[in-house]
C-alpha cells in the first residue's frame, strides 16, 4: 500500500524558516518523481514544487522561487521542502504528492500538514 | 499558466440521480503523443484529494465505474451516473500537459 506521510508543519513567525519532510512507503520511492501541494484554508489547489526521481529536474511555482528548496534522499525514501522568507500567504496544508513521471499527474497524496505563518 | 475553468460551483444532488460537472481549459490538453493530460480528482471532507480518472476517461484503480469522463481538446466533463452519499466532497478537474500543472476551482457536490 502507498503511503505518503508528511511531518514537519507548524506555527511560524513572518520571515521565518520551516522544514517540511515526506516519509514514503509501499513503492519504489526512487522510480517516482514527488511532489508538494499546497491549499490554503477554504481555498483550492496549488502546485509548489516538483522534483524527478533523481533529483535531475526540478520545478518551483513563481510564488516561492527563491524562497523554497524541493530535496530527496532516496536511501531513506523521503522527500523535503525547506521553506524560508515564509509569508502570510504561505499559510497552507501542504501534501506530498507522488507522480509516475515528471511534470505528470499525481496518483496518490499524502494525508498533509499544516503550516501557519502567522505573528 | 493554464487556466482550468469549472462549472458548476456547487451541485446538490438526490441520491441515485446523475450529476455532470464541466471543466474547459484555456488551452488545448492534446500533446503530440496523442495523449490528453486532463485528470479529475474528488476531495472528501476532511481528506486529501484522490484521483479519479486519468487522461481524460481512464478510471483509477479501485473507482467505481459510475463514474465516468469524456471530452477532448479544451471541454471536458465528468458525470456520475447515479450519486452515492459517498460521493460528496469538491471535484477538481486539473491539466497536466504544461508545468506548472494546474487546477480547476472546484465544484462542491452536496447530497440534498
Known amino acids: 500500500e502507498v503511503q505518503l506521510v508528511e511531518s514537519g508543519g507548524g506555527l511560524v513567525k513572518p520571515g521565518g524558516s520551516l522544514r517540511l519532510s515526506c516519509a514514503a512507503s509501499g513503492f519504489t520511492f526512487s522510480s517516482y518523481s514527488m511532489n508538494w501541494v499546497r491549499q490554503a484554508p477554504g481555498k483550492g489547489l496549488e502546485w509548489v514544487s516538483s522534483?524527478?526521481?533523481?533529483?535531475?529536474?526540478?520545478y518551483y511555482a513563481d510564488s516561492v522561487k527563491g524562497r523554497f528548496t524541493i530535496s530527496r534522499d532516496n536511501a531513506k525514501n523521503s522527500l523535503y521542502l525547506q521553506m524560508n522568507s515564509l509569508r502570510a500567504e504561505d499559510t497552507a496544508v501542504y501534501y506530498c504528492a507522488r507522480s509516475p513521471y515528471y511534470g505528470d499527474y499525481v496518483d496518490y497524496w499524502g494525508q498533509g500538514t499544516l503550516v501557519t505563518v502567522s505573528s | 499558466d493554464i487556466v482550468m475553468t469549472q462549472t458548476p460551483l456547487s451541485l446538490s444532488v438526490t441520491p441515485g440521480q446523475p450529476a455532470s460537472i464541466s471543466c474547459k481549459s484555456s488551452q488545448s490538453l492534446l500533446h503530440s503523443d496523442g495523449k490528453t493530460y486532463l485528470y479529475w480528482y474528488l476531495q472528501k471532507p476532511g481528506q486529501s484529494p484522490q484521483l479519479l480518472i486519468y487522461e481524460v476517461s481512464s478510471r483509477f484503480s479501485g473507482v467505481p465505474d459510475r463514474f465516468s469522463g469524456s471530452g477532448s481538446g479544451t471541454d471536458f466533463t465528468l458525470k456520475i451516473s447515479r450519486v452515492e452519499a459517498e460521493d460528496v466532497g469538491v471535484y477538481y478537474c486539473m491539466q497536466g500537459i504544461h508545468l506548472p500543472p494546474t487546477f480547476g476551482q472546484g465544484t462542491k457536490v452536496e447530497i440534498k
Open positions: 522534483i524527478s526521481s533523481s533529483s535531475s529536474y526540478i
